[in-house]
Antibody, heavy 117, light 110 residues
C-alpha cells in the first residue's frame, strides 16, 4: 500500500531555512507527480507546490514563490521541499500528497514547522 | 489565488442528507472538472473522498457524492452517520496551473 512519510520539521527562526523530506513507498514513485500542502494551526488547507513525475515542471503558490523549492530524487523515492527566508506565517503542518490517478490521492502524516524567535 | 468559498458549518441528524457547497470562479471550479473533496478528522491527515467532480476512490462509501454547476461544486452526504462528523475541504485546479483549496466546512452530526 502507498506510504508517505514526511520528516525534517522543527523550530526555526524567522529568515532561516529548513528542508523537508517525504519518503515514498508502495508505488512507482518515478511515475507520479507529487504535491506539498500545508495547514497552519487551527486553519484550513493551503496548496504549496507541485512537481511532475520527472521533475520537468514545478508550480508554486504565490505565497511561497521565490522562497520555496520543490524537488525530487526518483532514485531514492523521495520528495523534498527546501524552504528559505521563512516567516512566522509559514508555521504549519506540511503534508506531501500523491497524484496517483487523482490529485491529493494519498497523504503522509505531516511534519510540523514552527517559525519563531 | 483566493480560497474557494465554503460554508463554515453544516449540521444534520443521523440518517439525513446534507450538502456542502464550494464556490469559485470560471478560472477554477467553473473552468475544469478537477474538483475534489477531502474529509479531515481532528489531528489526522485529510482523506480524498471525491475527485474529478463526482468520482469516488475505491473504498469510499457511496453515501458521498459530488456534482458541479457553473462555478459551484457540491458534496452531498446521504444517510448521515456519527463518523461523518469532520472538517471537509474542496479543491480545484486553476487556470494558472496551480491548485486552490476551499475555506473548509465543519460538519456536525446532531
Amino acid at each position: 500500500q502507498v506510504q508517505l512519510v514526511e520528516s525534517g520539521g522543527g523550530v526555526v527562526q524567522p529568515g532561516g531555512s529548513l528542508r523537508l523530506s517525504c519518503a515514498a513507498s508502495g508505488f512507482t514513485f518515478s511515475s507520479y507527480g507529487m504535491h506539498w500542502v500545508r495547514q497552519a494551526p487551527g486553519k484550513g488547507l493551503e496548496w504549496v507546490a507541485f512537481i511532475r513525475y520527472d521533475g520537468s515542471n514545478k508550480y508554486y503558490a504565490d505565497s511561497v514563490k521565490g522562497r520555496f523549492t520543490i524537488s525530487r530524487d526518483n532514485s531514492k523515492n523521495t520528495l523534498y521541499l527546501q524552504m528559505n527566508s521563512l516567516r512566522p506565517e509559514d508555521t504549519a503542518v506540511y503534508y506531501c500528497a500523491s497524484r496517483i490517478a487523482a490529485d491529493f490521492k494519498d497523504w503522509g502524516q505531516g511534519t510540523l514547522v514552527t517559525v519563531s524567535s | 489565488q483566493s480560497a474557494l468559498t465554503q460554508p463554515a458549518s453544516v449540521s444534520g441528524s443521523p440518517g439525513q442528507s446534507i450538502t456542502i457547497s464550494c464556490t469559485g470562479t470560471s478560472s477554477d471550479v467553473g473552468g475544469y472538472n478537477y474538483v475534489s473533496w477531502y474529509q479531515q478528522h481532528p489531528g489526522k491527515a485529510p482523506k480524498l473522498m471525491i475527485y474529478d467532480v463526482s468520482k469516488r476512490p475505491s473504498g469510499v462509501s457511496n453515501r458521498f457524492s459530488g456534482s458541479k454547476s457553473g462555478n459551484t461544486a457540491s458534496l452531498t452526504i446521504s444517510g448521515l452517520q456519527a463518523e461523518d462528523e469532520a472538517d471537509y475541504y474542496c479543491s480545484s485546479y486553476t487556470s494558472s496551473s496551480t491548485y486552490v483549496f476551499g475555506t473548509g466546512t465543519k460538519v456536525t452530526v446532531l
